[in-house]
């Protein structure tokens, strides 16, 4: 099973960023914990990140037909991008909205995300751990899938 990790804008900063709301771990050593926990799940896992709206709204659309599943931090866009939430939509696949800090607790203008509505799923609050949970759950919809096809076999 092949699992897209895309993330937004500034988590390219983690570790120098807000340390006590993000932590104090680089991007690369969270896609390296991700790929090997995915890698324990049986998950071919490829992390992607990006500052710009319409590099990941091409990367959510490449994933139709080469991921079984999307773990996506929009970050920042979570709260306006209506192309990325359009692109989301977009795609015949789950995708799991994961926020490393719990936004619903954050100010004001964090506590809605538009992608949210059109995700199948979303995690937010437990740091990079937060992706673990992600990982699992994609585990669990692709073993739901494969039940489906022996169902129908």
């Known amino acids: ?27 690369e050593d969270i896609n390296r914990e991700i790929i090997a926990y995915g890698e324990k799940l049986g998950l071919n896992v490829t992390c992607f990140q990006s500052n710009y709206e319409g590099e ?15 773990i996506l931090n929009p970050a920042a866009y979570s709260h306006y991008s209506i192309a990325i939430r359009d ?3 977009a795609v015949d696949l789950p995708v799991i909205e994961v926020h490393l800090s719990n936004i619903a607790a954050r100010e004001e203008f964090r506590h809605r995300s538009v992608v ?3 995700a ?5 609050g437990f740091g990079k751990h937060g992706y ?20 129908a076999d």
């Not at 091409?58 to 994933?63: H, L, S, V, Y």
């Not at 199948?120 to 937010?124: D, L, R």
């Not at 673990?132 to 169902?151: C, D, P, V």
């Open 87 to 89: 692109a989301v939509a």
């Open 56 to 70: 990941l709204v091409e990367k959510i659309q490449q994933a139709a037909g080469n991921a079984d599943c999307v």
């Open 120 to 124: 199948y799923g979303q995690i937010s």
């Open 116 to 118: 949210a509505p059109v």
């Open 132 to 151: 673990f949970l992600a990982l699992e759950a994609a585990k669990m919809l692709g073993a739901g899938k494969e039940e489906e096809h022996a169902a």
């Open 1 to 27: 099973m092949n699992v897209w990790v895309i993330n937004g804008p500034n988590l390219n900063m983690l570790g120098r960023r807000e340390p006590e709301i993000y932590g104090r771990e680089s991007l």
